[in-house]
């Protein structure tokens, strides 16, 4: 499966973005989905999960800001992200594979979509 992740940009301290990330070559449907993130000098960090079923985890320097959902119909995934903060700011990135839930460990990736967000 190719993905596709877009929607980045550059948002104000407590401002809101939305991710999508768009999936072809297979329904989504049996994928566990997850966004990513790395900024500047850091490691790639978990930021969320959507299992087939519509549950989702997220880190807890997100929790309570962000949202994950996904629309199996379009194919589409979506990163609802409120409250922005300036330590949001990095390179945002869309994944999916059969496992993941629990492991974080995707198989496909798509290419990273900047998210900026000044104080």
């Known amino acids: 499966v190719q993905l596709q992740a877009s929607g980045g940009g550059l948002a104000q301290a407590g401002g809101s973005l939305r991710l999508s990330c768009a999936a072809s070559?297979?329904?989504?449907?049996?994928?566990?989905m997850g966004w990513f993130r790395q900024a500047p000098g850091k490691e790639r960090e978990f930021v969320a999960v959507?299992?087939?079923?519509?549950?989702?985890d997220y880190a807890d320097s997100v929790k309570g800001r962000f949202t994950f959902s996904r629309n199996n119909a379009e194919n589409m995934v979506y990163l609802q992200m409120n409250n922005l903060r300036p330590e949001d700011t990095a390179v945002y990135y869309c994944?999916?594979?059969?496992?993941?839930?629990?492991?974080?460990?995707?198989?496909?990736w798509g290419q990273g979509t900047q998210v900026t967000v000044s104080s």
């Open positions: 994944a999916g594979g059969r496992s993941g839930w629990g492991t974080r460990e995707f198989d496909y």
């Open positions: 070559g297979r329904t989504l449907i049996p994928y566990v």
């Open positions: 959507i299992s087939r079923i519509g549950s989702t």
